[in-house]
């Protein structure tokens, strides 16, 4: 899958190309032990069972990643997690953002099954994983659901509640750096309320010591549900 970014570096910015040919999610990649706990009991509120360990790695199709501001899904079950999205590029580490946009409904009969079957949106921008590695732990996340047409903080937190790119690539591959082609999403934070769906997400990463940040927001358009 042929993604386009904006490579943004010392205010120059660099259009560049990837071929993501494998595209892994961290699941429960917190920290410390009561984030996860945290997140597992968000879910498991809505019936998803426990994890077998945590972190764990879901291979998923590579088909399902997509820069455009418009994915479609079956019903309304669905909802997006803001994530670090990390991949090699000219042997340099690279991020920007996506979404782990999930079926709710289907992830209570199987996790692995529920993140297959949602398009998996990514950001236009990225930076140099370089220029924010001594940072990393300042960096946040949020993202917004729209309510009644009214934009609502749905998820903050800082990268320091997750565990490090490197260190989950580590754990993945039991090397120090991603395969070329292989591209990962790097965990999640809590929500604020329930788990819930929306008809346009939008998140944010936010670094607050070199005062930037990337963006990305997209639509989902709901398709009928029929048997």
Known sequence: MNLLFDLINNNTVTKIQTNIEQ????????????????????????????????????RVSNQL???????????????????????????????????????????????????QVCSKPVGRQAWLFSDVAAHWDQLIIESYVYENGIQVLYQSGPLSALLPPLDLISRYTNKGTLPKGTAMSCGTVGTR????????????????????????RYEVELLDKVS
Not at 95 to 102: F, N, Q
Request: charged fraction near 20%.
């Open 23 to 58: 595209m892994i999610i961290a699941g429960w990649a917190g920290r410390d032990h009561a984030a996860i706990e945290h997140h597992i009991e968000e879910l498991a509120a809505i019936g998803v069972p426990r994890p077998s360990s945590v972190p764990l790695f879901y």
């Open 65 to 115: 990643l997509t820069q455009d501001s418009i994915v479609q899904m079956v019903g309304n079950e669905g909802s997006g997690e803001v994530e670090v999205f990390v991949f090699m590029h000219n042997d340099q580490l690279l991020i920007s953002l996506t979404s782990d946009h999930t079926d709710r409904g289907l992830e209570t009969v199987s996790v692995a099954l529920s993140k």
């Open 193 to 216: 309320g329930a788990i819930r769906p929306s008809p346009l997400f939008e998140m944010r990463l936010i670094d607050p010591v070199r005062k930037c940040e990337l963006t990305h």
